[in-house]
Structure formats: C-alpha cells, structure tokens
C-alpha cells in the first residue's frame, strides 16, 4: 500500500493545488453524515494521533509552538473499528487573531486529506502541511479534522465543532503574531490574499478522447478477364526463331506459309457433291473393267486367221 500522504502548500502568489475532495463550501449541508459503522466522533476516530513540528511532538496541536513557514506532520497509528472509511484532513486558515474567535471568518490556505474521495488512507499514516509566511498570514490557525476542509470556518461559513450535530475536530493550534491583518486580495478585498477564496482552483478540463484513425479501407482485388491478343502474343513468341504459332492448331509454322495459308483461307471452298457408291465400289469396277477389257485382246489374238479366197 502507498503511504497516505499528501502535502500542500499554497502561497500568496501561487495557484492553489490540491488533490480531490475540494474544499467544503455548502456550509448548509454541513457537516456530512459518518459512516453508521463508526460510532465515535472527533478525536476518537483515530487511534495514537500525534503532532510534529521540528524537534517537538505532542498529542496535542495546541501544545506545539509555531512560527510562520513551519512544517506540521500528523501521525496516527490507526481506526477506531467501524471508522475505517472516515476522511483525516489536515488544513491552515488565515485567522484575524492569535486565539480562535467565532466571530471572525478564518479562510482556508492550505490543506492535507486522505480518505473517501481522495488518496487512500494507508499505514503509516501520515498528514503534512505548511504554514505560510508571516507576510501572508501573520495568524493563523491549523486544524486536524474528520474529512474534507472547510474553506471558511467562521460566521460566513460553518464550524468543525461549534453548533455541529457532530463533532469534526481532532485538534487545533490557534497562533500567530498581532497585528494579524492579512494582506487583501487583489480581485476581492474582502479575503485574504493567501486564501483559496481569493485563488480559486482552476478547473481541469478533461482531454476529449482520442478517436482512433479508421483502418485503410483495402480494395478488394478484381482480376480482369485474360486478353486473347495478348495470349496469342504470348504464345506465338515460345516459337522458334522464325516460327509462329498457328491459332487454328496450334503448332509452329515458318512465317512464310503464313502468307501462303493466308491466301488460301481467302478462297472459298467448292464442295464437290458425293454421288453413287463408296470409293471401295469404284475401285472394284475399275478392276473389273480391266480384266474385262484384257479377256477380249487375248480372245481377239487366239481366233484363227482366214485366208482369202
């Protein structure tokens, strides 16, 4: 598990920075409902809670002694059973006395937090946070409180203890050096120049999602009927030197019949008619012709010769 710390710190210039949840500021729905499981309040919902500043530890912020610039690290040991889900936050307001005075509004600077909403509370458990310089917030007062922060505790906004169903504070230091005027804000002087009121966070704008380029559309291949042109080029050139192919047969012929069976693929054919009987027949008549014409030249040369009388 990660260490469950968070320090913040917010000048009088800078802008402030801190990580979720924001500060409270619907004062009327304060303070938020504990978890049913957690049946204590305040300080007992943490168990072995100490302060630190320097060389000094104390159960107690209020026994710590604090000048302006310190850093105040928080440590528990653990929960109260059943308290588990309770936020620890850990938070400096500029006050307008060196004693808490309900009357007057004290605005948040800078806080710490773990817990529902923000970084996970995780043994060690540990909370820091900064004061700031005496130019600031000559006064000041630091709280350890159940959950989020409030960004005013006074009159104009709501109190951690004081006239709350529920008490959300561990432990407070109240300190500083009079006078305690804080230097004003520029666009509201009404405020403190170090308060979150008078910086106000600058909401972060989430990134619109990347939209993944479409795949290349592919071409589905489209094969072209063969060209017979070609083909017969193609084929009259695996000839011999000299030689083409013939379309009608497909044999190699010399160029020069080419011609030749040219010409006589021009001339038309005459179709002699077939009459009388099959070769075979004829042939047999001419025999026959023939021995029958040799039969008369020997009968002619046998007959006797008559003299004349």
């Known amino acids: 598990m990660a260490v469950g710390l968070l320090f913040v710190v ?25 978890p049913t499981t957690c049946t204590v309040t305040g300080p007992d919902v943490v168990e072995g809670a100490r302060y630190t500043v320097g060389s000094q530890t104390a159960t107690d912020l209020g ?3 604090l000048v302006p610039g310190d850093v105040v690290t928080m440590n528990w ?13 850990l938070s400096v307001k500029i006050a307008y006395d060196v004693t808490f005075d309900p009357n007057d509004d004290q605005y948040l600077a800078a806080f710490s937090y773990c817990g529902p909403e923000g970084p996970l509370c995780a043994a060690p458990y540990q909370l820091q946070v900064t004061l700031l310089p005496a130019a600031t917030a000559p006064c000041w007062q630091v709280d350890a409180h159940l959950g989020a922060p409030l960004s005013v505790v006074g009159p104009s906004g709501a109190y951690y203890n004081l006239n709350s169903p ?33 910086q106000p966070v ?9 939209t993944a380029a479409p795949p290349p559309t592919t071409a589905t291949p489209t094969t072209a009927p063969p060209d017979i042109s070609q083909t017969t080029v193609a084929t009259a050139a695996s000839c011999a030197a000299g030689q083409v192919r013939d379309v009608d047969t497909g044999l190699c012929i010399d160029e020069s019949s080419v011609s030749v069976l040219g010409a006589r693929q ?9 009459t009388g ?11 026959g012709l023939f021995l029958f014409g040799a039969s008369l030249v020997l009968f002619a040369r046998r007959s006797p010769t008559t003299s004349a009388r």
């Open 202 to 210: 600058t909401p972060t704008t989430a990134s619109p999602p990347t």
């Open 277 to 287: 009987s099959s070769t075979g027949n004829l042939v047999l008549a001419s025999v």
């Open 63 to 65: 026994a710590l002694t």
């Open 166 to 198: 529920q008490n959300m504070l561990i432990s407070a230091n109240n300190g500083g050096t009079s006078p305690c005027t804080p230097a004003p804000c520029e666009t509201n002087p009404a405020v403190p120049a170090g308060s979150i009121e008078c």
């Open 266 to 274: 021009q001339q038309p054919q005459q179709i002699i008619p077939v």
């Open 77 to 89: 040991d653990g929960f109260t059973p059943g308290c588990e889900e309770v936020g620890i936050g």
């Open 10 to 34: 917010i000048g009088a210039t800078a802008q402030p920075s801190y990580a979720q949840p924001a500060p409270v500021t619907d004062f009327a729905t304060y303070p938020p409902s504990l």
